[in-house]
């Protein structure tokens, strides 16, 4: 036996003793076409449900552009195709020139692998994203069907022992302007297939689902309301149980029970507890601490994550974290990285948040619902997150206005409220990306006002936020901030508004405009969550488009906001280049400087390169936040 497959045997026995004897399944190769000495690995996201690997391959992936893989018997798993690992995007070689705009309009891609359970029992086969509808067929029968990328979804199966199971997944990501118009607009490239991981493994009789925990601050104490949903998977059956848990750092253990609660066949009920902790170890900013959160049922149910006690309020305008005043600085992200697209690697994980160190962020933000295992790591690093959730749609649009879609659109919120909420890093949960005025239409108005009252019910530790759209604020605030506690801006002045302006008009033009947004809320949370410039060496440094005029930008926002105590943040656009529509040939700053030079399939405001190269503005943003430090400051009482 060669060193390799003593590996995966002693992995394997490591598993199934991890287990407790409910047994591991076993995650194995890709049939004919597999390598020898397949390699068992634990999943990239660390906290979660008990028992959990990865199913990272090998699989076998082939394109499918004429559509004839069912027709041609491909659910059963017998097709050609390559070896690969997953997470893998089927369309991220080539982002830019011809073949980058053929990759963007999509198609479809399938996967197949094959997987083995030790004992034949209940499995949960968890996929954390497919892009963009997604058909899962077990031994050639269909199980599962998911549309929209960014969002979990799981199925029960029941695997028998010492059976290679087909599983195979079909991954449709054609038409991304019919994904527009259906609530699903990118503002980043139309990537397709499976792109973050899936995971498979054994069901106890009692699962523990969705924990929630909120920390308040009291004379030196952390309370900590823990919850949790426990589902008696026994349709025929009740169960008494009592769940219990503990909080450990250090050494030290707390430990806490629920109470006990009665579950009728197929019932879920909610349980919760306050646990006191005295002299905490509070997360935050500089001094990130974490507690290992355990979960478990008498009959087997258990979660286990690393969570943060740390807690997020305002006073007015006022933004406090752990009884500080709190101001964000940082540069928003996407998930995104060069021949890989969003489906990351751990390593370019650790590169983002070594990014994001390297300029002296203490919080970024997404469009999207970032990959829980990029959240772990900024969750350890201290930085916060301000998270949008939900539909994303062009600036000015919504398109989730149908009673279908609107429907939808609330449960994309919930789905990720439940994925996510354990993090500490997600400081703010924002609801819609560039609201024009008082919004679209009263359908994005009732979304926003339900969704909000709805979040501060169940998840009273965080903020809610919607963006404003710089170039068409509200000339009087209306129904759609009337539940929210923060609004951002997107501020462009100096790129889409004032390009063409000499600097001291661009300088006089941002001041105004900013202390204008901040009078308009005078009490809720304010903050800039996106300012820049694009930046490429084709374009004099000096000029629009050029990296001086980026630096001088950037740093000319930085200044102003720092020179303004009622406004809570400032966020660059963007950390790094990322691919978008090759149709985007850089926006209105065409009209504004009709010589510059833009790369289509690339948005180039990133402070790093699309390839992970420092601009020279990541230096002049460094250099600029190093005066902010943690952006913690003690409250002044009066």
């Known amino acids: 036996m060669g060193t390799k497959s003593r590996l995966v045997v002693a992995l394997a026995a490591v598993a199934a003793a991890l287990l407790g004897g409910v047994g591991a399944a076993v995650v194995l190769g890709a049939g004919a076409q597999r390598p020898t000495g ?73 996967y197949r692998t094959t997987l083995t359970a030790p004992r034949t029992g209940s499995y949960a086969l968890r996929f954390e994203s497919v892009h963009h509808i997604a058909t899962v067929w077990l031994d050639g029968r269909q199980i599962a069907t998911h549309t929209g990328a960014y969002l979990p979804f799981e199925v029960s199966l029941r695997l028998r022992a010492g059976i290679e199971h087909r599983l195979v997944v079909r991954a449709d990501y054609r038409y991304p302007t019919r994904q527009k118009r259906t609530g699903w607009h990118r503002t980043w490239f139309n990537y397709g297939g499976l792109n973050r991981e899936v995971t498979l493994r054994p069901l106890a009789p009692v699962a523990i689902e969705t924990p929630a925990l909120r920390t308040r601050l009291s004379r030196g104490a952390a309370i900590v309301d823990v919850s949790a ?23 030290r253990v707390i430990r806490f029970r629920f109470p006990p609660v009665h579950l009728g066949p197929g019932e879920t009920r909610r349980v919760s507890t306050r ?7 509070l997360w935050q900013p500089g001094s990130p601490s974490l507690y290992t959160l355990r979960l478990a049922t008498p009959d087997g149910g258990g979660w286990t994550q690393d969570v943060g006690l740390r807690e997020i309020r305002r006073e007015g305008r006022t933004l406090l ?105 997600i400081i703010a949960w924002n609801l819609a990306n560039e ?97 820049g410039a694009e930046a490429n060496a084709a374009n004099p440094t000096a000029a629009p488009g050029g990296y001086g005029y980026q630096s001088w930008l950037l740093r000319r926002h930085i200044a102003t906001y720092r020179a303004l105590p009622q406004l809570s943040g400032m966020l660059v656009w963007n950390l790094r280049d990322f691919g978008v529509a090759p149709t985007f040939a850089g926006g209105s700053i065409k009209k504004l400087i009709p010589t510059i030079s833009i790369t289509r399939g690339l948005n180039t405001k990133g402070l790093y ?18 005066k902010l430090g943690t952006g913690l400051q003690p409250q002044r009482r009066p």
Not at 72 to 97: C, H, K
Not at 230 to 248: E, I, K, P
């Open 229 to 251: 949903s426990v589902r008696n998977r026994d349709s025929g059956g009740s169960r008494d149980l009592q769940a219990r848990g503990s909080l450990t750092r250090a050494g």
């Open 38 to 110: 397949e390699a068992l690995v634990p999943p990239a996201i660390e906290g979660g449900p008990d028992g959990r690997l990865a199913v990272a391959g090998p699989w076998v992936m082939a394109d499918d552009p004429s559509d004839v893989g069912e027709r041609d018997g491909w659910p059963q798993g017998g097709f050609p195709g390559q070896l690969t690992t997953v997470p893998r995007v089927a369309n991220a070689a080539t982002v830019t020139g011809a073949t980058g705009f053929a990759n963007w309009r999509g198609g479809i891609t399938w």
């Open 275 to 281: 646990v006191v902790v005295g002299s905490p170890a």
């Open 435 to 531: 609201i024009a005025g008082n919004g679209h239409d009263p359908s994005q108005v009732a979304f926003v006002s339900d969704m909000a009252r709805e979040l501060h019910r169940e998840d009273p530790g965080r903020l809610v936020a919607v963006d404003v759209w710089g170039s068409h604020p509200p000339k009087d605030p209306g129904e759609i901030y009337k539940n929210v506690d923060a609004v951002s801006l997107t501020n462009y002045i100096g790129w889409y508004q004032g390009a063409d302006e000499t600097r001291s008009q661009i300088a006089s033009r941002l001041h105004d405009t900013v202390l204008g947004f901040t009078r308009l809320f005078p009490r809720k949370v304010t903050l800039v969550s996106e300012f």
């Open 609 to 626: 390169d699309y390839a992970g190269h420092p601009k020279p503005a990541a230096r002049a943003v460094a250099h600029a936040f190093a």
């Open 321 to 425: 974290l752990n009884g500080e005043r709190l101001r964000l600085h940082g540069a928003s992200i996407h998930e995104d990285a060069e021949g890989d697209g969003d489906g990351l690697t751990p390593g370019e994980m650790d590169r983002i948040v070594g990014e994001l160190k390297a300029i002296g962020a203490n919080a970024t933000r997404a469009q999207h619902a970032l990959d829980p295992a990029l959240l772990e790591r900024l969750d350890r690093a201290g930085i916060l997150v301000w998270q949008e959730i939900g539909p994303v749609d062009a600036p000015g649009a919504w398109t989730s206005s149908t009673p279908e879609l609107a429907h939808a659109a609330r449960q994309r919120v919930r789905a990720s409220v439940h994925q996510l909420q354990l993090h500490p890093s």
